[in-house]
């Protein structure tokens, strides 16, 4: 099974739309870390958040929020407003306890085309 | 600040051809490196990692190999190229020995095996 699970293969909006990418998780540790990255076209993968398994508060940067909820096992990420630059590819990853201290488990990632 | 470069950008090698990509990290010391590989479809698998000079873990077994000769190098190898080869590879950096702590990647090779 799946330990992070990006159902969303590919998202097509309208410059402007709010668009919401999914990313739910699977893990038995209590400590772990959730992580989001964005792959533009160039493919550098560019770090946009971290998260550890304590803290739930929602978090909001710029157009950007995520929201963490433990009881659905899910670290939604939302791009409010969207521009043509936010089109890439998002990845979400995980960081468990019971693993390799420096193993990032990622999703297979979420293509967003944002369309003018 | 801290900086990773990653040479050549692009690299297109017949089958049975070596392989030497390199990284390099700049503005940090002793830090932990990575190889990941990024086939079609989008995945990223990771290769090998290291906390220190000489001190290469595989996570997957396949005829690449790494070599961290120097504490800010990080090098991917190989002797004789496969088509499956093919991808595109990031390198990676992080600090510290607890969990979760923060990656972050270089620009990437494209390999073209053919």
Not at chain 1, 25 to 42: C, G, H, I, V
Not at chain 2, 101 to 112: D, V
Request: hydrophobic letters at 35%; aromatic letters at 12%.
């Amino acid at each position: 099974a799946q330990k992070v699970t990006q159902a969303q293969t590919e998202i097509s909006v309208v410059e402007k739309e709010d668009v919401t990418l999914d990313c739910v998780y699977e893990t038995r540790d209590t400590t772990y870390y959730l992580f989001w990255y964005k792959q533009p076209p160039s493919g550098e993968l560019v770090f946009l958040i971290r998260r550890n398994s304590f803290d739930e508060q929602n978090e909001i940067s710029g157009r950007y929020s995520w929201n963490f909820q433990k009881s659905t096992s899910s670290f939604n990420f939302t791009i409010t407003a969207s521009q043509v630059v936010d089109s890439a590819v998002y990845f979400c990853a995980l960081s468990e306890e019971g693993g390799s201290n420096y193993k990032l488990t990622f999703g297979k990632g979420t293509l967003l085309t944002v369309n003018p | 600040s801290q900086t990773i470069h990653q040479w050549p950008a692009t690299l297109v090698q017949p089958v049975g051809s070596p392989l030497s990509l390199e990284c390099t990290v700049e503005g940090t010391s002793n830090p932990n490196l990575y190889w990941y590989r990024q086939a079609a479809g989008r995945g990223l698998q990771l290769l090998f990692y290291s906390v220190g000079i000489g001190q290469i873990s595989s996570e997957v077994p396949q005829n690449l190999s790494a070599s961290r000769p120097q504490d800010r190098q990080f090098i991917l190898s190989s002797k004789k190229l496969l088509l499956s080869d093919s991808g595109f590879y990031l390198c990676a950096w992080s600090v510290g020995l607890t969990m979760g702590e923060t990656q972050y990647f270089g620009p990437g090779t494209r390999l073209l095996v053919l």
